[in-house]
């Protein structure tokens, strides 16, 4: 009985030391074939750190206004006569454009011209009389000043019947009108909106910081979402006066020849174009990886030669600095010549074996 049990366990321990072996030996095969193993090579396109001429500048929101633009309104009041404009009509300077019921105005003035012509005929009698010794000096100053007394009231009366008519300062296009004929109108009632369209600014404001990057006479670029508009410009005036309230500083720039597709009030968006640096480091936005630990990118090493040569990446913190359209200046971190991973830095880790292949680049112009 106790024979049979010794061979019983001796049996089991065997089974039992067979399972474990043969389990620790599929472990270590498992584990020498995935370390052995090596992945395939990732497709990554690449571009070449190459220093380059920056064209820096500032970016800004500006609006667009008319060099000239102003809103009509009258002097006097009174009923509307007549509207001598249509809405969007090209008008010239000095040109009528609303007429002002001004009768009573005139038979005024024809009084007072009436009274003009008798004061003048009194006072070239009394001179009359006065060089032939027969008046009194004092009936001549009383003459004269007669006549001078009605000239004045013939010009104040002048005035007032000018300003029964509304004429354009300067040429323009003229808007909708804002009244009717028949209509009683006071002082200050506006008639119409005019604006020089020929002659066309932008105003913008930049931070207190950047103001003395900026000076007088340095090109600008308007740029509308209306119609991809974009207008060359300089800038004509900087306002001396920081807002105490936002820090921001307005500055002014007249556009040139703006042409049909801009309008006061529109939206711009303006680039302030910066002296040109020569030897600047810069590379595609897109190839900068951020993280909590900073800015990265992916640099080729290549390691051998010929046939044997292998190309892996290698995680670099780089320094950014100033960013212009689709590029970001490289202040430190990488160096001519460098081949940067532009795209498949998802799939990349710090060692990855890669293949560049840049038949497929998303940034072409950027690599440029």
Do not use: C, H
Request: aromatic share 4%; proline share 5%; charged share 20%.
């Amino acid at each position: 009985m106790l024979r049979r049990l010794l061979i019983a366990i001796v049996v089991l321990v065997v089974i039992v030391g067979g399972i474990v072996g043969y389990n620790f030996f599929v472990a270590k095969m498992i584990g020498q074939y995935f370390a052995n193993m090596t992945p395939p090579p990732v497709a990554v396109s690449v571009v070449e750190a190459t220093p380059v001429t920056w064209k820096p500048g500032i970016e800004a929101i500006g609006t667009a206004r008319a060099a000239q633009g102003v809103s009509l309104a009258s002097e006097t009041s009174g009923i509307v006569k007549e509207i001598l404009f249509n809405a969007n009509d090209k008008v010239e300077t000095g040109q009528r454009l609303v007429q002002i019921d001004d009768a009573v105005e005139a038979a005024d003035l024809a009084a007072a011209q009436a009274e003009l012509e008798l004061a003048q005929t009194q006072l070239e009698r009394q001179r009359t009389l006065r060089e032939r010794g027969v008046t009194a000096i004092n009936d001549l100053d009383v003459a004269q000043a007669s006549a001078s007394s009605a000239q004045a009231q013939v010009l104040k009366l002048t005035a007032v019947m000018n300003q029964k008519s509304i004429e354009a300062p300067f040429g323009g296009v003229i808007g909708i009108a804002q009244i009717d004929v028949g209509q009683f109108v006071s002082a200050g009632t506006v008639l119409a909106t005019l604006q020089d369209l020929d002659n066309m600014r932008v105003d913008f404001s930049l931070p207190e910081q950047q103001i003395p990057m900026v000076r007088i006479g340095m090109p600008v670029s308007a740029t509308s979402e209306v119609g991809d508009l974009q207008i060359r410009g300089k800038i004509i005036a900087i306002e001396p006066k920081i807002d105490p309230n936002s820090r921001l500083v307005t500055v002014r720039a007249q556009l040139d020849d703006p042409g049909a597709g801009l309008n006061p009030g529109q939206f711009i968006r303006v680039w302030v174009e910066l002296p040109e640096e020569q030897g600047v480091m810069a590379l595609p936005q897109t190839v900068v990886t951020s993280n909590l630990y900073g800015d990265s990118v992916f640099v080729v090493r290549t390691q051998g030669e010929g046939d044997q040569a292998k190309q892996t990446v290698e995680q670099v913190f780089v320094k950014t600095g100033r960013r212009s359209g689709q590029l970001v200046e490289i202040a430190d971190g990488i160096a001519a010549g460098d081949e940067v991973v532009s795209a498949g830095q998802n799939r990349l880790t710090s060692g990855a074996a890669v293949k560049i292949d840049n038949t497929v680049n998303p940034l072409p112009a950027a690599a440029n």
